[in-house]
């Protein structure tokens, strides 16, 4: 389905965006709309822009979901993930918490905000507690780092990590 695929697109062109601003000052409502002029969608062209008009301005839960969504579709939860981000970048806790706080398909909604707050922030603002609660015998940090390295190895070549992927993990 266009949506499903055009989410996909966007939440990794938001990850990609994060993680090369990382260190510097990032502006949320910048984001959502470098966002919106990219998507081939007017579906998530309007969202995006909606979410760019939110950011900074207090909203209640109800708000958020009725003009977001938190829904299990691409279009329901893509550009509600990367508007708590946007709206807590300077944050992973209260990225996360506010996914969270939203209901609906709060795994997927907090995975991808937090995925793009991790990008952003480095692995080190994840807070240790969580880091540590992952049960053994599933993919913990350390295996998610191998992950994401040799996934940056397949895309820039072997041995082309920088120092701010370095740094950024």
């Known amino acids: 389905h266009l949506l499903s695929g055009e989410g996909a697109v966007l939440h990794a062109m938001t990850v990609a965006l994060v993680l090369l601003a990382s260190g510097e000052a990032l502006s949320g409502a910048g984001l959502l709309e ?84 991790g990008a952003f922030l480095g692995v080190d603002a994840i807070p240790a507690r969580w880091r540590d609660a992952v049960p053994p015998g599933e993919i913990g940090v350390v295996e998610m780092v191998e992950l994401a390295r040799g996934l940056f190895d397949v895309v820039a070549g072997p041995g082309e990590a920088t120092a701010d992927y370095d740094r950024a993990w």
Do not use: P, Q
């Not at 919106?36 to 207090?58: N, P």
């Open 34 to 117: 470098t966002l919106a002029g990219e998507t081939r969608t007017r579906e998530f062209a309007s969202r995006l822009k909606a979410a760019a008009a939110m950011v900074g301005r207090s909203r209640g839960d109800a708000t958020v979901i009725e003009t977001l969504g938190n829904n299990s579709s691409a279009l329901g939860s893509v550009v509600t993930a990367t508007w708590c981000f946007a709206e807590h970048s300077d944050s992973y806790t209260d990225t996360v918490c506010r996914a969270m706080s939203l209901g609906g398909s709060v795994s997927s909604i907090a995975a991808m905000a937090g995925a793009a707050s």
